[in-house]
């Protein structure tokens, strides 16, 4: 049996299908205005991946903020339990979840059979997500995708006060203006961001193995700052599927179960 993950999130449309609990294909592009069009276009490409039609895909779950809008999916689940559902089946030990993506993050406890225990949003600031560390990146002229190499350069660590995006963004100014090196500027990014993070697992409770998902979860600057916040090494997907797309997964598995395969 095929099916397909459709996770819509608030910046990309991330689209896994398997076969069998086997990862065929994953595709993504951005959210668009159009979500449901750039969903469409999200499955075309994963489809194209893994060599088979539309016809062949049996079950189409959605989830993430904008799933209501892809109508064409057969049903739809949360984020916190295409979470639970996508890490479980990569990291059967993994008891605790970590997601952050652009705009926000959350926690998710799991039980010995992969079911959600309790969970926990941060949605009130981005301060705390993906979008924080592109402001940063803006602000201080480095590309992104140079964001991790160069904050794991650092030899001194700096503290950010501010709690809000934009007064970060006035705070790493005055940085500069002080001829603060950017690699511990941006040091100083990615340990505000895990400050803020591991308070909100915190208050759930920690229980290991403790997994990180989303897209920031390529950052390896970020992950660091995480790692030595918690004072042990958080479990990454790296083998077979990015960290972004396991959100995508956890759907794509529930909708093969939803069909009975």
Same mark, same amino acid.
Do not use: W
């Given at each position: 049996?095929? %099916?397909?993950?459709?996770?819509?999130?608030?910046?990309?449309?991330?689209?896994?299908i398997?076969?069998?609990?086997?990862?065929? /294909?994953?595709?993504s592009?951005?959210?668009?205005?159009?979500?449901?069009? +750039?969903? &469409? !276009?999200?499955?075309?490409? *994963?489809?194209?991946?893994?060599? $088979?039609?539309?016809e062949?895909?049996?079950?189409?779950?959605?989830? #993430?903020? @904008?799933?209501?809008?892809?109508?064409?999916?057969?049903?739809? $689940?949360?984020?916190?339990?295409?979470?639970?559902r996508?890490?479980?089946?990569?990291?059967? +030990?993994?008891?605790?979840?970590?997601?952050? #993506?652009?705009? =926000?993050?959350?926690v998710?406890?799991?039980?010995?059979?992969?079911?959600?225990?309790?969970?926990?949003?941060?949605?009130?600031? *981005?301060?705390g997500?993906?979008?924080?560390? =592109?402001?940063? +990146?803006?602000?201080?002229?480095?590309?992104i =995708?140079?964001?991790?190499?160069?904050?794991?350069?650092s030899?001194?660590?700096?503290?950010?006060n *501010? !709690?809000?995006?934009?007064?970060? =963004?006035?705070?790493?100014? /005055?940085?500069?203006?002080?001829?603060?090196?950017? &690699?511990?500027?941006?040091r100083?990014?990615?340990?505000?961001?895990?400050?803020?993070?591991?308070?909100?697992?915190r !208050?759930?409770?920690?229980e290991?193995?403790?997994?990180?998902?989303? #897209?920031?979860?390529?950052?390896?600057?970020?992950?660091d700052?995480?790692n030595?916040n918690?004072?042990?090494?958080?479990?990454?997907?790296?083998?077979?599927?990015?960290?972004?797309?396991? %959100? *995508?997964?956890?759907a794509?598995?529930?909708? !093969?179960e939803? +069909? #009975? @395969?």
């Amino acid at each position: 049996m095929i %099916t397909a993950g459709i996770d819509c999130g608030s910046k990309n449309i991330k689209v896994c299908i398997v076969k069998g609990g086997a990862i065929l /294909s994953t595709a993504s592009v951005l959210s668009g205005f159009d979500q449901e069009e +750039s969903a &469409e !276009q999200a499955l075309k490409s *994963a489809l194209e991946k893994a060599g $088979i039609k539309r016809e062949d895909v049996e079950h189409i779950t959605a989830t #993430g903020a @904008g799933m209501e809008a892809i109508k064409f999916s057969h049903n739809t $689940i949360t984020t916190i339990t295409a979470d639970a559902r996508g890490t479980y089946s990569i990291f059967p +030990s993994a008891r605790t979840v970590i997601d952050i #993506g652009a705009e =926000e993050g959350l926690v998710v406890k799991l039980d010995d059979q992969g079911k959600v225990k309790d969970f926990g949003i941060n949605e009130k600031c *981005a301060a705390g997500a993906g979008a924080f560390i =592109e402001a940063m +990146s803006r602000a201080l002229e480095v590309d992104i =995708e140079h964001m991790g190499e160069l904050s794991l350069k650092s030899t001194k660590q700096i503290p950010m006060n *501010a !709690q809000c995006t934009i007064f970060a =963004e006035s705070e790493v100014v /005055s940085l500069i203006h002080q001829k603060t090196l950017k &690699e511990d500027i941006i040091r100083a990014v990615h340990d505000a961001i895990a400050d803020r993070n591991t308070s909100m697992v915190r !208050q759930i409770g920690i229980e290991k193995d403790v997994a990180l998902i989303g #897209g920031v979860a390529n950052n390896i600057g970020f992950v660091d700052a995480m790692n030595k916040n918690l004072g042990f090494d958080l479990l990454v997907p790296k083998d077979g599927i990015a960290p972004e797309y396991v %959100t *995508a997964l956890g759907a794509a598995l529930r909708a !093969q179960e939803k +069909s #009975g @395969g």
